[in-house]
């Protein structure tokens, strides 16, 4: 493996380790935070990871030295992953009826897209391994396909600008009649069959498209709601669990949009699921709710936004979630609390925006992360602390950028411990290095970031790490 830093490098230039789909979404400047504030990674790679070019766990020194700290991340791409099953409502038209010239059934329109050989159908949602044409012949020759029923793929995301949470659908699965899934296919590549297909239900017409994208499900169940991540990686933790507050209000609303579209104006929808009350075809008053994370939901609406306190409790009475609400947008504290009842996050928000200073902690209460917004870019001083309650990364932000003196503190895994004390590094000599950094299977790095003005830089500038003396 002594082709480590190469691989490294490679993988990191390439944008390799991504492990979600590519979707469009609405974060203009996201590449300006992932191509600077990742610098310092880089560069580590460069200084520390050839060091360890014989190691054979890979996955360790990616982890440890490149995404395992989601503020070095687009922390504004954060999104919240959801697996849907919906039911394709039957037409409301039968043939031979006035209008039934207009409509495609569901069924017929899936088999005429499958049968056209038109659309690329993946055998997982990431679009890694393709279906050949015969493969998909083969399964719709040997599977009875249902359908009825769809698997949608969504991303809940922040919008940048509004802060608001979007939806979007990247995927969809076609599945057999015991509900396994058969294929995917990517949704902007079925879309135009979609928008093209007319379906007839209580007296209206519409595309299949916006049954998709207006949410308008009689029967919706969600079979998997994956924890709040950023696009481009996996975050360790639940980071970024405020937004899962605005996903539980936009599914709320989502849930009686059926309701409302089959002839609901006014007075009061319950089931198991929900109590709340509209009127006007808005939210009004005091709403209880369960939420897709098996949470009870308790808040206030004023004409369809709430306003005050939203409170989520698990099925122990625990409080798991508090947050301050002003005309529907988070404003104020936000709190999230461990099952034990220590919090977890304490952010701060305006307008749905990160402002002040935001704390992280341990499920022991110990101080994780501390960092600062200012209308929505990090600003000011920024610290992590390992799980021991030692200082492992400091620095400052200015406009969403590393800048100024950073430090790092690093402490091997215990099996890499045992690793350096039997291994000779003289080969890999590097003038950068203290020879005894890793002697107590610790290194201490601390950087000087410079900002270079160059066009070939995202948005005409870079920061270049410096080594103030050597890796220790």
Same mark, same amino acid.
């Given at each position: 493996m002594r082709k480590l830093i190469g691989i490294l490098l490679l993988l990191q230039a390439s944008g390799s380790f991504s492990q979600a789909p590519i979707v469009k979404?609405?974060?203009?400047?996201?590449?300006?935070?992932?191509?600077?504030?990742?610098?310092?990674?880089?560069?580590?790679?460069s200084q520390v990871a050839r060091h360890l070019e014989l190691s054979y766990d890979f996955d360790y020194v990616k982890s440890q030295f490149y995404h395992n700290n989601y503020l070095f991340h687009e922390p504004f791409s954060w999104a919240k992953p959801v697996t849907r099953k919906l039911e394709m409502v039957a037409q409301g038209l039968k043939p031979g009826e006035p209008g039934w010239e207009g409509v495609v059934p569901f069924d017929t329109l899936l088999m005429e897209m499958i049968g056209r050989?038109?659309?690329?159908?993946?055998? *997982?949602?990431?679009?890694?391994?393709?279906?050949?044409?015969?493969?998909?012949?083969?399964?719709?020759?040997?599977?009875?396909?249902?359908?009825?029923?769809?698997?949608?793929?969504?991303?809940?995301?922040?919008?940048?600008?509004?802060?608001?949470?979007?939806?979007?659908?990247?995927?969809?699965?076609?599945?057999?009649?015991?509900?396994?899934?058969?294929? *995917?296919?990517?949704?902007?590549?079925?879309r135009y069959s979609l928008r093209n297909a007319n379906t007839f239900i209580d007296?209206?017409?519409?595309?299949?498209?916006?049954?998709?994208?207006?949410?308008?499900?009689?029967?919706?169940?969600?079979?998997?709601?994956?924890?709040?991540?950023?696009?481009?990686?996996?975050?360790?933790?639940?980071?970024?669990?405020?937004?899962?507050?605005?996903?539980?209000?936009?599914?709320?609303?989502?849930?009686?949009? *059926?309701?409302?579209?089959?002839?609901?104006?006014k007075g009061s929808f319950k089931s198991k699921q929900m109590e709340f009350s509209e009127k006007n075809q808005l939210f009004e008053g005091s709403a209880s709710w369960r939420g897709s994370d098996g949470f009870r939901y308790e808040g206030n609406f004023v004409s369809g936004k709430l306003e005050g306190w939203l409170k989520a409790t698990d099925d122990d009475k625990n409080l798991r979630l508090q947050a301050q609400f002003k005309a529907g947008k988070l404003e104020g504290k936000t709190s999230t609390f461990f099952e034990n009842g220590l919090v977890q996050h304490d952010y701060r928000f305006v307008a749905n925006t990160p402002d002040s200073v935001q704390n992280v902690y341990y499920s022991d209460g110990q101080l994780r992360f501390t960092y600062n917004f200012k209308e929505g870019e990090m600003n000011g001083a920024y610290e992590r602390y390992t799980d021991k309650g030692k200082l492992a990364v400091k620095g400052k932000f200015e406009n969403g950028l590393i800048r100024g003196d950073w430090e790092i503190h690093h402490e091997f895994a215990r099996m890499f411990c045992l690793y350096f004390k039997e291994t000779d590094f003289q080969w890999t000599s590097n003038v950068n290095l203290d020879p005894s950094a890793f002697d107590d299977c610790t290194f201490d790095a601390y950087f000087k970031l410079e900002v270079v003005h160059n066009k070939g830089c995202p948005n005409g500038s870079c920061v270049i790490p410096r080594l103030d003396g050597m890796i220790r």
């Open positions: 979404l609405h974060h203009t400047e996201s590449m300006r935070y992932y191509l600077q504030n990742s610098a310092i990674h880089a560069y580590l790679y050989r038109e659309f690329q159908a993946f055998k *997982w949602e990431d679009f890694v391994y393709r279906y050949s044409y015969e493969d998909q012949d083969s399964l719709i020759r040997v599977e009875k396909i249902d359908a009825k029923h769809l698997l949608v793929k969504e991303l809940w995301a922040r919008h940048m600008k509004t802060g608001d949470l979007e939806r979007h659908i990247s995927a969809v699965a076609i599945l057999n009649v015991e509900g396994k899934v058969l294929m *995917w296919l990517p949704f902007e590549e079925i007296g209206d017409y519409f595309h299949y498209e916006d049954y998709l994208l207006n949410g308008l499900y009689p029967s919706s169940k969600i079979l998997k709601s994956g924890p709040t991540k950023c696009v481009e990686f996996f975050s360790d933790d639940n980071f970024g669990a405020e937004l899962d507050a605005l996903y539980e209000i936009e599914e709320l609303k989502m849930q009686s949009a *059926w309701a409302r579209y089959k002839g609901l104006k």
